[in-house]
């Protein structure tokens, strides 16, 4: 019996839950459709919210541009109307005239008289602004030119003119005396020019002449690097010892180039005699033959120049008519020792 009613009541209870589920259902299907309305209609709202977000940028932006357009608008007509009165004040200062009296009188109704440079009978012509502008430019750039009135002109132009004859005068005498310079130079060059070949066909020879003394069997010459112009020309040395082929003087050993500028300068001192001369160790790097010959060479030379030779070498000592020499005493200080040497001998 228990069962039964549990039964029966579990039946009930069934059916109840049965039909709630059926009311569920029903709510659940309302519920879904009105949420789906409502997401329907918040798509529509948002949809029409930006159509109108667009229009209302649209007018913000037509809005702006009004408001520039205004603005300019009211910043171009402060500026025609500054012009205006640029214009006004210039046309008093300039012309002095009212702006009523220069629209009447030269305004665009009326003529334009023909140019200056304009035939006799050229006519009046109707106003042109292109071209009239071109006009009033020319003439602004001529009056430009023109510059202001100096009433001190004529006095200005008699003394510029006085400045420009005494600056004439000057140039023709600078031009006068340049050309007396450029004789001068000339003469000097021409001078110098006979005087170097006479100079340099003296030292060759002699050069030739003491070569084959001190190198016997060589040979040696100076030669001129550019002969067509004595003003600028080198002198270039060649020498050939006896026994060798060589004639640069790079090539040869110290003594015997030392010997050749000895022989270079000799042949200087010869070709060009001079009261006395000072040699300093000349025959320092030659062997005794070399100073033997370059010592008879100097005894030439004192025949008729009076020599000053500082040396080292007991053979040229010997040759000397007079020696002095530089000795240090004990006590430090130098002291001068000289000796006659041929008085000695002839006493």
């Given at each position: 019996e228990r069962r039964r009613r549990q039964a029966r009541t579990a039946a009930a209870v069934l059916a109840g839950a049965?039909?709630?589920?059926?009311?569920?259902?029903?709510?659940?299907?309302?519920?879904?459709?009105?949420?789906?309305?409502?997401?329907?209609?918040?798509?529509?709202?948002?949809?029409?919210l930006k159509v109108v977000r667009a229009q209302v940028r649209e007018l913000s932006a037509q809005l702006e541009k009004l408001v520039n357009a205004a603005?300019?608008?009211?910043?171009?007509?402060?500026?025609?109307?500054?012009?205006?009165?640029?214009?006004?004040?210039?046309a008093?200062?300039?012309?002095?005239?009212?702006?009523?009296?220069?629209?009447?009188?030269?305004?665009?109704?009326?003529?334009?008289?023909?140019?200056?440079?304009?035939?006799?009978?050229?006519?009046?012509?109707?106003?042109?602004?292109?071209?009239q502008e071109k006009r009033a430019k020319n003439a602004e750039r001529q009056l430009a030119q023109l510059g202001k009135v100096n009433p001190l002109a004529l006095e200005e132009?008699?003394?510029?003119?006085?400045?420009?004859?005494?600056?004439?005068?000057?140039?023709?005498d600078l031009k006068k005396t340049r050309r007396d310079l450029l004789t001068v130079v000339k003469e000097v060059d021409d001078r110098v020019q006979r005087v170097f070949a006479e100079a340099f066909a003296d030292t060759a020879r002699e050069f030739?002449?003491?070569?084959?003394?001190?190198?016997?069997?060589?040979?040696?010459?100076?030669?001129?690097?550019?002969?067509d112009d004595m003003l600028t020309t080198g002198v270039e040395v060649e020498a050939r010892p006896p026994?060798?082929?060589?004639?640069?003087?790079?090539l040869l050993s110290g003594g015997e180039r030392s010997l050749v500028a000895i022989a270079l300068l000799v042949a200087v001192f010869k070709a060009r005699p001079s009261p006395f001369y000072v040699?300093?160790?000349?025959?320092?790097?030659?062997?005794?033959?070399?100073?033997?010959?370059?010592?008879?060479?100097?005894?030439?030379?004192?025949?008729?120049?009076?020599l000053i030779i500082i040396t080292h070498q007991k053979r040229t000592m010997e040759g000397a008519d007079a020696l002095y020499g530089i000795t240090m005493r004990g006590d430090g200080v130098s002291q001068v020792v000289s000796q006659r040497i041929r008085r000695r001998e002839s006493a």
């Amino acid at each position: 019996e228990r069962r039964r009613r549990q039964a029966r009541t579990a039946a009930a209870v069934l059916a109840g839950a049965r039909a709630a589920l059926e009311r569920i259902e029903v709510s659940l299907r309302a519920a879904v459709a009105e949420r789906e309305a409502a997401q329907q209609a918040k798509a529509d709202r948002e949809a029409e919210l930006k159509v109108v977000r667009a229009q209302v940028r649209e007018l913000s932006a037509q809005l702006e541009k009004l408001v520039n357009a205004a603005h300019g608008s009211e910043v171009a007509r402060a500026e025609q109307r500054l012009r205006l009165e640029q214009l006004t004040e210039r046309a008093m200062e300039e012309l002095g005239l009212e702006v009523d009296v220069l629209i009447a009188e030269y305004g665009p109704d009326q003529p334009v008289p023909p140019p200056p440079d304009a035939p006799e009978d050229a006519v009046p012509r109707p106003y042109d602004r292109a071209e009239q502008e071109k006009r009033a430019k020319n003439a602004e750039r001529q009056l430009a030119q023109l510059g202001k009135v100096n009433p001190l002109a004529l006095e200005e132009y008699a003394a510029l003119e006085e400045r420009h004859a005494f600056l004439t005068s000057q140039l023709e005498d600078l031009k006068k005396t340049r050309r007396d310079l450029l004789t001068v130079v000339k003469e000097v060059d021409d001078r110098v020019q006979r005087v170097f070949a006479e100079a340099f066909a003296d030292t060759a020879r002699e050069f030739e002449r003491i070569f084959a003394r001190l190198f016997p069997g060589g040979e040696g010459r100076l030669v001129l690097t550019d002969p067509d112009d004595m003003l600028t020309t080198g002198v270039e040395v060649e020498a050939r010892p006896p026994g060798k082929k060589v004639k640069r003087l790079s090539l040869l050993s110290g003594g015997e180039r030392s010997l050749v500028a000895i022989a270079l300068l000799v042949a200087v001192f010869k070709a060009r005699p001079s009261p006395f001369y000072v040699l300093d160790e000349v025959e320092a790097a030659l062997d005794d033959t070399n100073t033997q010959r370059l010592l008879s060479i100097l005894e030439e030379l004192r025949e008729s120049s009076q020599l000053i030779i500082i040396t080292h070498q007991k053979r040229t000592m010997e040759g000397a008519d007079a020696l002095y020499g530089i000795t240090m005493r004990g006590d430090g200080v130098s002291q001068v020792v000289s000796q006659r040497i041929r008085r000695r001998e002839s006493a």
